[in-house]
C-alpha cells in the first residue's frame, strides 16, 4: 500500500513559522521525486517546491528564500519548512510523488492570518 500522509499545519500570525511533513508508507522516498503543492479556495493548485532523487530543490518564485525543503532518509519523510508565512500562503498543502501514476497526500490546512 502506497501512501503519502501530511502533517504539521496549523494557524500562525504573519512572520510566523511551520514546518509540514510528508510521511510516506509503502515505499522509499528517496526512489523519487517529491513535490509540495498547494491550494487556495477558488483558486488553482500550484506547486510550491520538489526536491529529486539526486537532492536537486526547486521553488515557486512566490516562496524562494522563505521555503525549504529537505529529505529525512532515516524517518522516510519530506518536510516543509515555512518562514516568514504571508496571508498569501494560506492553503491547503498537499505533497504528491508519481509512480507509474500520482499519489497525494491528503493534505494539511495552512492558514496564516491577523
Known amino acids: 500500500q502506497l501512501q503519502l500522509v501530511e502533517s504539521g499545519g496549523g494557524s500562525v500570525q504573519p512572520g510566523g513559522s511551520l514546518r509540514l511533513s510528508c510521511a510516506a508508507s509503502?515505499?522509499?522516498?528517496?526512489?523519487?521525486?517529491i513535490s509540495w503543492f498547494r491550494q487556495a479556495p477558488g483558486k488553482q493548485r500550484e506547486l510550491v517546491a520538489d526536491?529529486?532523487?539526486?537532492?536537486?530543490?526547486n521553488y515557486a518564485d512566490s516562496v524562494k528564500g522563505r521555503f525549504t525543503i529537505s529529505r529525512d532518509s532515516a524517518k522516510n519523510t519530506v518536510s516543509l519548512q515555512m518562514n516568514g508565512l504571508k496571508p498569501e500562503d494560506t492553503a491547503v498543502y498537499y505533497c504528491?510523488?508519481?509512480?507509474?501514476?500520482?499519489?497525494w497526500g491528503q493534505g494539511t490546512q495552512v492558514t496564516v492570518s491577523s
Open positions: 504528491k510523488i508519481t509512480i507509474l501514476s500520482d499519489y
Open positions: 526536491i529529486t532523487s539526486r537532492g536537486r530543490t
Open positions: 509503502g515505499f522509499t522516498l528517496d526512489y523519487y521525486d
